[in-house]
């Protein structure tokens, strides 16, 4: 039951390239948009997240797009390096419900070629 | 603690034997968070807790999954009589919010593998 779609399944991109995934959603009262990485054997870790009051979000290498009308965000990695190798998930939430579960994309394997 | 731990980090189930998986969220994290993180796919919701009280469980893919947080902090995640289907890692998150869960943390995650 993915309420959020992302691609694509998988990247692949040289070194100093810029790496983008994209999501979409359709629930019109997620809120919240965070962005996650995950190394192999490791929980997800957040990595940038947005609300849907701005269009895009910057920290450092890593920007979140965000189309509100299009029900579409996407994250842009510049200048992508090695250790950038993860796999990268978005997702979505409505904070302000009693269980502030998250929904994931099903996510996207980055690899970085040196 | 200094993060979310989970433990065994794996298991090796054998089909129709009981297991049960543990959290131990960080210290003073009202908010408890279970996930299921099939092969290649992301997490899904399992079941939410505030404190002790276990406010939303619509995740849990059938009765045979249980969870538990009765003093509020540890968090056990326990399946019966397990079925190959029930393979795949078990995340679990915490958050110091009640509302609004910003700041999710997630273990690394009990991989579980039904035989």
């Known amino acids: 039951q993915q309420q959020v779609k992302q691609s694509p399944q998988s990247l692949i991109v040289q070194k100093g390239g810029i790496s983008i995934i994209n999501c979409a959603y359709e629930?019109?009262?997620?809120?919240?948009f965070p962005w996650y990485q995950q190394f192999p054997g490791k929980g997800p870790a957040l990595l940038i997240a947005?609300?849907?009051?701005?269009s895009e979000k910057k920290e450092g290498r890593f920007t979140i797009s965000f189309n509100k009308s299009a029900k579409q965000f996407s994250l842009h990695i510049m200048d992508s390096q090695p250790g950038d190798s993860a796999t990268y998930f978005c997702?979505?939430?409505?904070?302000?419900?009693?269980?502030?579960?998250?929904?994931f994309g099903a996510g996207t394997r980055l690899t970085v070629k040196p | 603690g200094a993060g979310v731990s989970q433990s065994p980090r794996y298991k090796v189930a054998k089909r129709g034997q009981d297991v049960a998986l543990r959290c131990d969220p960080i210290?003073?994290?009202?908010?408890l968070f279970w996930y299921q993180q099939a092969l290649g796919q992301g997490p899904e919701f399992l079941t939410y807790f505030q404190n002790e009280a276990q406010l939303d469980k619509s995740g849990l893919p059938s009765d045979r999954f249980f969870a538990e947080r009765p003093e509020g902090s540890v968090s056990t995640l326990k399946i019966q009589r397990t079925q190959q289907e029930d393979s795949a890692v078990y995340l679990c998150?915490?958050?110091?919010?009640?509302?609004?869960?910003?700041?999710?943390?997630f273990g690394s995650g009990t991989r579980l593998t039904v035989v």
């Open positions: 947005i609300r849907p009051d701005v």
């Open positions: 629930n019109t009262a997620f809120d919240y």
């Open positions: 998150a915490s958050s110091d919010a009640q509302t609004g869960g910003r700041g999710y943390t």
């Open positions: 997702a979505a939430m409505i904070p302000e419900t009693n269980n502030n579960d998250m929904r």
């Open positions: 210290s003073g994290h009202v908010s």
